[in-house]
């Protein structure tokens, strides 16, 4: 029942130039296969440039780095959930690692950004993951619990389709380190039951939950075909249209 999804999170990459030409090749590959969500999400000055490649062509779905609680006001540097929706934007990463630990994000701001995103029709894409000393300190499962917990409280969810959690490890990202699809199943195994535990049982299975971090065309397949990863996160290999198509047409055949 849940779709999957694979999202191109550029960072702060590509002229626009750069971020056209390689929109471009996203909806080509998009469209060679059926029945999984793709997101591309630039860097915010590239977004309406992105979004009338991807305007009426494709199913490929627009999706921002960030997101602002506020629909408008005093908030230098920051953008709002409507200016997201004004060019086209239909998806907003939340709480990426790089902005919880370089930008130094709360949990307070992240929920509140989900919120704001939501109430504007943006489905967020909620990032949570433990650094390498939580793993190794074993308190992955709880780091991530609270993490899920603090970003959703008071979230209200009336369809499952309209939230999407990643999880991310942080020491796996842009490391070339890529949780094993054991590890990674695991906790998507974990994450599933505790949403089971905040939401209804139909709406908790309808949400979906990506992996990311070090995701490429040799991992794509056999993370796939795990029963709780619904999709991935990409950071570096969706900057390579060879390599993001790839990922896109990841096969869920039995190894
Ligand atoms: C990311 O930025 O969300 C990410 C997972 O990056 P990478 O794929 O490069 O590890």
Known sequence: MRKP???GNWKMYTTVQEAKELASAVVGAAAKVSGRDVMIAPPYTALAAVGSVLAGSS???LGAQNVHWEEE????????????RDVGCAMAIVGHSERRHVFGETDFM??????????????????IGETLKQREAGNTLKVLEDQVRAGLAGVEVTDGSRLVVAYEPVW??????TATEAQAQEVHAFIRSLLADMYEKNIAAGIRILYG???KPENIDI?????DIDGALVGGA?????SFERIICFQKTAY
């Open 223 to 227: 993370l796939m075909q795990q029963d």
């Open 238 to 242: 969706a900057l390579k249209a060879e």
């Open 172 to 177: 796996a990202i842009g490391t070339g380190k």
């Open 73 to 84: 006001g005093a908030f230098t540097g920051e953008i709002s959930a409507a200016m997201l």
């Open 59 to 61: 199913g490929v779905l």
């Open 213 to 215: 971090g070090s995701v």
């Open 5 to 7: 999804l694979l999202a």
């Open 110 to 127: 992240i929920n509140s950004r989900i919120k704001g995103g939501l109430q504007s029709g943006l489905i967020p894409v909620f990032c």
